[in-house]
């Protein structure tokens, strides 16, 4: 074989080997999905972003005929979970459902986190918005806001609030600033502790998402003084908001996303969104958000890396109004 008819050959290895290896991704995309997916969530079993991935990913493993498995990676304000999904084969089987924390506030609340909450993932769906409501215990001496912010103004640096994640604390610090109070935060590795050492008065009050707070108010464990948004929320509209309990303007409300690891392909990002779409419409989804007046908010990967822009310039300013120094 003379030395041109060789390398010639040897082109054409080449040229196979990398049409082979394009084609590849596509075929998995083609056959995706084959085995279970399993959806990582940052906080503890029990937290809203919790009962959302159950709920949804119920609803997707019957649009996508596998199981769906939920992975709770709690701690660490979310570092562990975001840095388990942003190392993992970006093959659409590990799926992350989380929040506002990971994907907006955490790079304002510490000088170091070990993830890039936008080059280390692919958006696949916006999924709903909600708020938060402030949770005091049902024997507390405190029956409105006014009587809390009274108390705290009367006692500067004595009362102190419990948070689970970075919404709860920033909810919190925002309260602090725009009424004016010496309060200290404490921090917790998720909302469901936080409850349980609030109902066993550890400390004095906290903010905890719709889903998780809901039911302890329903179920008489804790009693709401005010919910964090702009408008009351339905399953407890006899609690007003803040800004109607008198800290004018305040509003604070979180969201729920999926994620992918970076470097998906368009394919199984498109069956997943789409898998998603039809979640949020099913009826059990509906149900839930409406039980936790929570707003069904679902889009596209587009929208949804939009949306997560925007947001992080809001919560900086937040941030940084509150008067909030990285850790």
Same mark, same amino acid.
């Given at each position: 074989?003379?030395?041109?008819?060789?390398?010639?050959?040897?082109?054409?290895?080449?040229?196979?080997?990398?049409?082979?290896?394009?084609?590849?991704?596509?075929?998995?995309?083609?056959?995706?999905?084959?085995?279970?997916?399993?959806?990582?969530?940052?906080?503890?079993?029990?937290?809203?972003?919790?009962?959302?991935?159950?709920?949804?990913?119920?609803?997707?493993?019957?649009?996508?005929? *596998? +199981?769906? @498995?939920?992975?709770? =990676?709690?701690? /660490?304000?979310?570092?562990?979970? %975001?840095?388990?999904? #942003?190392? $993992? &084969?970006?093959?659409?089987?590990?799926?992350?459902?989380?929040?506002?924390?990971?994907?907006?506030?955490?790079?304002?609340?510490?000088?170091?986190?070990?993830?890039?909450?936008?080059?280390?993932?692919?958006?696949?769906?916006?999924?709903?918005?909600?708020?938060?409501?402030?949770?005091?215990?049902?024997?507390?001496?405190?029956?409105?806001?006014?009587?809390?912010?009274?108390?705290?103004?009367?006692?500067?640096?004595?009362?102190?609030?419990?948070?689970?994640?970075?919404?709860?604390?920033?909810?919190?610090?925002?309260?602090?600033?725009?009424?004016?109070?010496?309060?200290?935060?404490?921090?917790?590795?998720?909302?469901?502790?936080?409850?349980?050492?609030?109902?066993?008065?550890?400390?004095?009050?906290?903010?905890?998402?719709?889903?998780?707070? *809901? +039911?302890? @108010?329903?179920?008489? =464990?804790?009693? /709401?003084?005010?919910?964090?948004? %702009?408008?009351?929320? #339905?399953? $407890? &509209?006899?609690?007003?908001?803040?800004?109607?309990?008198?800290?004018?303007?305040?509003?604070?409300?979180?969201?729920?996303?999926?994620?992918?690891?970076?470097?998906?392909?368009?394919?199984?990002?498109?069956?997943?969104?789409?898998?998603?779409?039809?979640?949020?419409?099913?009826?059990?989804?509906?149900?839930?958000?409406?039980?936790?007046?929570?707003?069904?908010?679902?889009?596209?990967?587009?929208?949804?890396?939009?949306?997560?822009?925007?947001?992080?310039?809001?919560?900086?300013?937040?941030?940084?109004?509150?008067?909030?120094?990285?850790?």
């Amino acid at each position: 074989m003379t030395f041109r008819a060789s390398r010639r050959s040897a082109t054409t290895a080449l040229m196979l080997s990398a049409a082979l290896a394009m084609a590849a991704p596509l075929a998995r995309a083609q056959d995706y999905p084959a085995k279970p997916i399993t959806l990582v969530v940052p906080f503890a079993a029990g937290s809203g972003t919790d009962q959302s991935a159950r709920v949804y990913g119920q609803a997707v493993s019957d649009d996508m005929k *596998v +199981p769906v @498995v939920v992975d709770n =990676k709690g701690g /660490a304000s979310g570092f562990i979970a %975001a840095q388990y999904v #942003a190392k $993992a &084969p970006p093959d659409g089987y590990t799926v992350f459902i989380t929040t506002n924390t990971t994907q907006v506030a955490n790079p304002y609340l510490f000088k170091t986190v070990p993830y890039d909450p936008v080059k280390d993932f692919t958006p696949i769906a916006l999924l709903a918005k909600g708020q938060m409501l402030l949770l005091v215990r049902p024997d507390a001496p405190y029956k409105t806001l006014a009587d809390l912010l009274a108390a705290a103004k009367k006692t500067p640096g004595k009362l102190n609030f419990g948070s689970g994640s970075s919404s709860s604390q920033v909810a919190g610090e925002l309260l602090k600033q725009m009424a004016g109070v010496d309060i200290t935060n404490v921090p917790y590795k998720s909302n469901p502790q936080a409850i349980t050492d609030l109902i066993g008065g550890q400390f004095d009050f906290m903010f905890a998402d719709a889903p998780t707070a *809901v +039911p302890q @108010v329903q179920g008489g =464990k804790l009693r /709401a003084l005010a919910t964090s948004g %702009a408008k009351r929320l #339905a399953a $407890a &509209p006899e609690v007003p908001t803040v800004a109607e309990a008198g800290v004018k303007g305040y509003d604070m409300s979180y969201w729920f996303a999926v994620y992918g690891p970076a470097g998906m392909p368009p394919a199984v990002v498109k069956r997943l969104n789409a898998a998603f779409g039809k979640a949020s419409a099913s009826p059990e989804v509906q149900a839930f958000q409406a039980k936790t007046s929570g707003e069904v908010a679902f889009g596209t990967p587009e929208e949804l890396a939009h949306f997560q822009a925007a947001d992080m310039k809001k919560w900086e300013r937040v941030i940084r109004a509150a008067g909030i120094e990285p850790q």
